[in-house]
């Protein structure tokens, strides 16, 4: 395992930021940190990084144990902190060689590697400038670049997308796609499609507690009870229902609240079991002699499962909630 965290605790006085999280990511995992303000993620990443020591419990990055084999642990380490320090007076090429000197990169691959770091995260142009002169995103930059130095096989970034414009945000995105899979990261954030987009996992925490760590994929499977499927079928809206009904595997149908003398109307099937009935639909459908405008899966979004994930964790509720998908909830008639 690259990173490990055992049953990491940490007080603050009488506040317990994260009570007791375990997990294990494998080398080339890119794992997204999810949770509301608070949930106790930078936290995490801070005991993982060695910032501070846990209150109990154990680190390990790359084999080193954070604890005792501090500068092992952090040589292995690229870690972009929430609040990055700031070195305002000190202009970026200068700040980032300064970096890889402290980071014991060979003085002759110095310049190779801060050249890299600059290209990486397109801060050629401001090389000269103060870090405090310039712009949040910017200064946002310069975090990452000093994370990627010396390409640690473990990145820790703490909202590394968070202040970038559009832009960056793609560019930083695809950065961490293109790591390629030696590469371990963890990365928090708010931004959920971009987890959905780069993270084969999320570990999702909440009041200092881990409720979940898995694909978003398996987490929508076990979130939903159902597989339901959004058909637009253009047809008289009794006859479309009752032919979508007659479908062996269909347990319901719902139709969408459309506009009197709509041209289509949006039907969301749901399937017994966890059976995909969107060919019986479409061979249905085009046999009745309907016109099939779009046929697509009902998917949660990573938005949906993690307010499902939390708003249960805030009722102390131990039952699966069932969340309604948006499309169900604008039904207004069914069979
Ligand atoms: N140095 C500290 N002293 C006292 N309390 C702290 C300290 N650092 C964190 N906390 C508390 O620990 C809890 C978890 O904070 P943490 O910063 O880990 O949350 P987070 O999940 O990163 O939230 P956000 O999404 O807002 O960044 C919060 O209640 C916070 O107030
Ligand atoms: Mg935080």
Known sequence: MEITAEHLRKTFGSTVAVHDVSFEIARGEVVGFLGPNGAGKSTT???????FPPSS?????????????????????????ERAASYGEMPVEKYLRFIADMKGIPARDVTAAVREAMGATALEHVSHRLIGNLSKGYRQRVGIAQALIGSPPVLILDEPTSGLDPEQVTDIRGLVQGLGSERTVILSTHVLPEVEAICSRVII??????????????????????????????????????????????SGVAADAALPGAPTITYVVRCVHHRDVRREVAAAVAAAGFGLVELKPVVMTLEEIFLALTSRDRLGDEKAVTPPSPQVERVVASH
Do not use: C, F, K, W
């Open 45 to 51: 990443l801070r005991m993982l990084t060695g910032v």
């Open 57 to 81: 419990g154990r680190a390990v990055i790359a084999g080193r144990d954070v604890a005792r084999e501090p500068l092992a642990a952090r040589r292995a380490l690229g870690y972009l902190p």
């Open 205 to 250: 925490m909440n009041r200092g507690r881990i409720l979940a760590v898995d694909s978003p994929s398996s987490l929508e499977e076990h979130l939903r009870p159902h597989r339901e499927i959004a058909v637009e079928v253009a047809g008289a809206r009794d006859d479309v229902l009752r032919v979508l009904h007659a479908i062996d595997g269909v």
